[in-house]
């Protein structure tokens, strides 16, 4: 008890009180579940920025760059668990955020039954909607351009033929999609991404948004990657 009340003392005052006030707002938790959160997320001692939050889970920037995402969606935690056993393995590929921990938080609802909240701290990765405004370009405009993805893939199964029909499109999805802000290059490698992902999840398509991916600048000659971290 008395580390659990220091880990929070430590949140409290090393974390400005916004940190905490997302916290409850997102779970709706009393301060004793938030407490209990806090001493079993070491990560969550070493916020230095909220990056927003979606039906599921909060997602925060740490102090060496990281990002923690607490979540309530028990079907991610074996997505990264997969993720992680492939990169240890060498079998993950470029797209996929590198997890650094992950780990599961047990609580107890109102009505005495136990409930789980499930965390991951990944590597870094500027966020999706960050990087389009760091670069100068409309956000909203670009996340408007992101729904049209799926139906470049409706129907095409294989990468060669989406790339295929990107080159002999001329209207439609892809027009839309470039006067939304994107660049050629990086409609390219999002679309690689979402092959990859799909090859590894069905639901690719279910919630993608910019709020969900996000960009590896590319150094020199190299391309920017960009990693789909909500998966």
Known sequence: MKLLFESFRKFLTENPSVYWKRLHSFFGFSHEKIQHLVANIPSLQDISKYLGQGQNGIVFQLKNDHILKVSYK?????????????????????????????????????????????????????????????????SKAVARGLRKFDRIFHSRTSLNDILAYLKKSEHGEYQAILQSGLTKKEIIEIIKMLYRHSKTSRDTFDDFHIGNFGVIPGQGKMLDTFVYFDT
């Open 74 to 138: 028990e079907k991610q935690f074996e997505r990264y668990k997969q993720i992680q056993t492939r990169q240890f393995q060498g079998k993950s590929n470029r797209n996929e955020p590198a997890i650094n921990n992950f780990g599961k938080v047990e609580l107890e609802d109102q009505t005495g039954d136990m409930f789980e909240i499930m965390w991951v701290e990944m590597g870094k990765v500027i966020p999706m909607e960050q990087w389009i405004e760091l670069t100068g370009r409309d």
